[in-house]
């Protein structure tokens, strides 16, 4: 019996022994998976910490980049931004550039590639790459891309005040340093410097910097209009302004166009100057010869030439001969002997010292047409001056593959005898006058597209106010073209006109993790 129960004493000790192992494993596992987990945890924890310090040292990167773009280049001209960019200087071009962060007391570095901007591009491409000395290995990439903005920018930018009136739709952005009145319908945001300005057009008290005379109902109203004035609030007026306006902001200058002029003539030349009315590579140099020059772009990559000799009449500027290439003589068409043809620089310049007629179509070209003579005193009176309508300015492609600029010293001006439906495909700057077209009475037209922009220093204007005609719809003209419709070339961002002149500052554009 005594053997017995020693036997099941036993046992019953070996089963406890067993459970307890059992228990003891099991615990053991916990534990470990415990001890494992809150390892990993920290661990992650640690890497999640790293990761995120390289990734803020790759995006202070990034702004070192762009402090360094705004002391290096916000002053420079066309000329000097160029040699800027291909004189090998800039950091991180030709070689990547590498700083530690934060510089006394380092933790980490990163690394900046700089893809300089493609010629007559406005983009810079930055790469930045983190990393800290604790986990070296474990890096972030940031890639930026800056831009420069161009004049080209917007779909209307002018420094003076300026009247929209009914008829018109933008498709784009606009900005004044003056006051803005506005009638028609605006797709994009409007801006203006102004928080108020006195309407020039009727009397009474200032109304806000950017406002409309168009009721609810869609009727004008040309007096004064209170609830468009202080003290009241801005109305909410998605009919006319279908992104909204925005007053005060701050100004686009219009200084510093001579200096890019004069760069713009210096690229139009061989490097010895030689190519006076001749092209080369970079572009084409005209002088001031007889009273201009008329050009034709041509969609087979070229382009006809023909100096005026003689204008029908001063004011419709509406041309009468061209002179013969040599000898005496003249002709009443821009043909024979009075014209001479060259290929188009692409990427280039054609530059006349002149006032210059142009027209035509392009065919997987960009180019920019300068009307300057740096010599004038006064441009704002003597300047040069582009003239536009004789027949239609138009590209064959609406996927960047072409541009045109016209830069005009004085106005960029559509002729009297023009297209009673014209369409412009270019983007336009009037550098001391403004676009637009004169008044000229009993000659009334259908409509008018620009697709591209608009940059004009005086208020611009293809139409004008009055009750003269009847378009139809209940609109009433002055004079010019019933309808006015100005439709933003989106490819004139990151491309704009050769050598056309660009902003201040860049700014980030498109920003990505890699």
Excluded at 76 to 102: C, D, H, M, R, T
Excluded at 313 to 339: A, V
Excluded at 505 to 513: H, Q, R, V
């Amino acid at each position: 019996m005594k053997d017995k129960y020693q036997l099941i004493k036993k046992r019953n000790n070996g089963s406890a022994l067993a459970y307890g192992l059992v228990i003891l494993f099991a615990v053991s596992i916990i534990l470990v998976s415990i001890l494992q987990f809150v390892v990993s945890q920290m661990k992650y924890s640690i890497r999640t910490t790293t990761k995120e310090q390289a990734f803020q040292i790759a995006e202070a990167g990034v702004y070192f980049y762009r402090w360094y773009l705004a002391h290096e280049t916000s002053v420079l001209s066309a000329k000097q931004l160029n040699e800027f960019w291909s004189g090998g200087s800039a950091l991180g071009v030709a070689n990547a550039y590498e700083i530690e962060f934060p510089q006394g007391n380092p933790i980490g570095k990163y690394k900046i590639e700089v893809t300089a901007p493609e010629t007559n591009s406005t983009i810079v491409t930055v790469k930045s790459t983190g990393w800290t000395y604790k986990e070296p290995n474990l890096k972030r990439i940031v890639q930026v891309r800056f831009r420069k903005p161009s004049w080209s920018e917007y779909a209307v930018v002018t420094d003076s005040d300026i009247r929209f009136g009914t008829g018109t739709t933008i498709n784009g952005k606009i900005h004044s340093n003056g006051g803005i009145r506005f009638d028609g319908i605006a797709q994009n945001l409007i801006t203006s410097l102004k928080e108020t300005y006195d309407d020039p057009d009727h009397s009474g008290s200032p109304e806000f910097g950017v406002h409309t005379h168009k009721n609810t109902s869609g009727v004008v109203n040309e007096s004064f209009r209170a609830d468009e004035a202080l003290p009241n609030n801005v109305p909410v007026r998605n009919d006319i302004f279908v992104a909204g306006r925005q007053f005060p902001v701050a100004e686009v200058s219009f200084t510093g166009f001579s200096e890019d002029n004069s760069y713009m003539k210096e690229q139009a030349q061989n490097p010895n100057g030689t190519n006076i009315n001749n092209c080369n590579s970079t572009g084409c140099h005209f002088n001031s010869a007889g009273e201009g020059r008329r050009i034709i772009l041509k969609n087979d990559g070229t382009f006809d030439i023909c100096t005026v000799r003689a204008l029908a009449d001063s004011s419709s500027y509406s041309i009468s001969s061209y002179r013969r290439n040599s000898g005496g003589g003249s002709c009443t068409t821009c043909s024979g002997n009075c014209l001479k043809n060259y290929t188009i620089p692409n990427g280039g310049i054609i530059f006349v010292e002149n006032d210059v007629w142009v027209e035509g179509k392009i065919n997987n070209k960009k180019v920019t047409i300068v009307a300057s003579n740096n010599s004038e005193i006064n441009p704002a009176t003597n300047g040069k001056n582009i003239y536009i309508g004789r027949d239609n300015l138009t590209y064959t492609n609406y996927d960047g593959k072409d541009v045109v600029g016209l830069v005009a010293q004085k106005d960029i001006s559509v002729i009297r005898d023009s297209l009673s439906n014209l369409t412009i495909d270019a983007a336009l700057l009037a550098q001391n006058g403004r676009v637009g077209r004169e008044f000229y009475p009993g000659y009334y037209k259908s409509s008018i597209t620009i697709n591209g922009a608009i940059a004009t220093k005086l208020r611009y204007g293809f139409t004008y106010v009055g009750s003269n005609y009847n378009c139809g719809d209940g609109v009433l003209i002055g004079n010019g073209y019933c309808t006015r419709n100005l439709n933003f070339d989106n490819d004139l961002l990151y491309y704009p006109p050769p050598y056309f002149p660009t902003g201040d500052a860049y700014a980030i554009d498109l920003w990505e993790e890699l």
